[in-house]
């Protein structure tokens, strides 16, 4: 229960430090943006919208954009992103993949809420950098290989009696080198057996 009530309340608490810095901090540097909204004789709030995003699209948004403001509004989103997220994962993780007396995972839920926000500020930044739509898209593809890499090869193994991670970070290194040992020996295995065959026909 525990488990569940901190990412709650955490992702509630940052849910209104977001709201309030979206309200309060202006994302754009005001001398740069008055000065474009001038020059391009902008009145409406859609006619700002189409600036930004043809701004976004040649890569030239940074140039209007206030870093410290920016990053204090897009933290804190991320910060309740990932706690909403490390929440629900919790509920579905207990609700559905887990036994009833075994506990849901905590540092896997926060694992994946950090990865897939990584991804979602690495499609956002792509984007406004004006790169190709497949960028975004390697971000998540990026992401979603390093869960499958840390899943496979680092997944801690659960007593079945206490439902308590036993394996180490580094008992999982071990296991990781162990494996491409295993792959290492079967490439060399593979190679060996073609030049076995090769040479009786060299012979010939």
């Known amino acids: 229960m525990r488990k569940l009530l901190i990412p709650l309340i955490l992702a509630i608490f940052l849910i209104i430090i977001s709201v309030y810095l979206v309200h309060t901090l202006n994302p754009f540097d005001t001398e740069a943006t008055r000065e474009i909204i001038s020059a391009e004789k902008i009145r409406t709030v859609t006619d700002f919208g189409f ?111 206490t439902t308590q991670d036993k394996t180490t970070f580094k008992q999982g290194v071990g296991l990781l080198r162990d494996r491409l040992r295993v792959v290492g020996k079967s490439i060399r295995g593979i190679r060996k057996g073609k030049i076995e065959k090769a040479q009786p026909a060299n012979d010939q």
Not at 84 to 113: E, V
Request: aromatic fraction near 14%.
């Open 51 to 161: 600036l930004v995003q043809e701004l976004m699209s040649k890569g030239l948004v940074w140039d209007y954009i206030n870093l410290r403001n920016f990053s204090l509004v897009v933290g804190s989103i991320a910060a309740a992103y990932v706690s909403l997220f490390t929440f629900l994962h919790l509920i579905i993780d207990k609700l559905f993949f887990r036994k009833f007396y075994q506990q849901a995972s905590l540092g896997m839920a926060i694992r994946r809420g950090v990865l897939s926000a990584l991804a979602i500020l690495g499609a956002l930044v792509s984007q406004m950098y004006g790169l190709e739509l497949y960028v975004a898209g390697l971000w998540l593809l990026l992401m979603l290989i390093i869960e499958l890499v840390v899943w496979k090869f680092f997944q801690p193994e659960v007593d079945p009696e």
